[in-house]
């Protein structure tokens, strides 16, 4: 990763409607692999059939431990077996779930971004 994309803020505000536009967009992107509620087990019927375990987005302190724009980076680029979502997804939406994963952690506090 390189050292510049922990400094990369996410400009895309937390709220209602954000993070809504955020769930359809996991649900289509995100939930075969990282499971309906972002507990990295995937759903029944999911095509996903590597041996590497995605990333339990409700540890929160696995994901307290990364910053926005590792988050947002690991995205765009992707990560073996996890595809790269530069091209499909816009910037405005991979922000918008980077907001959802924070939610995901902390499922009864407002998102609190790692520095
Ligand atoms: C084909 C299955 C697959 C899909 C689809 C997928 N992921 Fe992943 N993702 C993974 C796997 C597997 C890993 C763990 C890779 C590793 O540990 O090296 C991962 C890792 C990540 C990470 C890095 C976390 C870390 O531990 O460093 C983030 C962030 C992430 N995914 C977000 C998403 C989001 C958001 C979407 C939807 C836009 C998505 N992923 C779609 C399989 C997937």
New binding site residues.
């Given amino acids: 990763m390189p050292p510049n994309a922990k400094e990369l803020k996410n400009p895309v505000p937390a709220n209602a409607a954000t993070l809504a536009d955020a769930r359809a967009?996991?649900v289509q992107?995100?939930a075969?692999?990282?499971g309906v509620n972002g507990d990295g087990k995937r759903p029944p019927g999911s095509m996903?059939s590597?041996t590497?375990?995605?990333?339990n987005?409700t540890n929160a302190r696995?994901m307290d431990a990364?910053n926005d724009g590792?988050?947002f980076w690991?995205?765009t680029n992707g990560?073996?077996?996890?595809?790269s979502?530069k091209n499909r997804?816009t910037d405005e939406q991979?922000w918008e779930?980077v907001n959802l994963?924070r939610v995901l952690a902390h499922p009864r506090s407002t998102p609190a971004p790692a520095q």
Avoid: A, D, V
Wanted: charged residues 20%.
């Fill in positions: 967009t996991y992107y995100c075969k692999c990282h996903y590597y590497t375990q995605p990333t987005f696995l990364m590792e988050i690991k995205m990560r073996k077996p996890m595809p979502f997804l991979r779930l994963i």
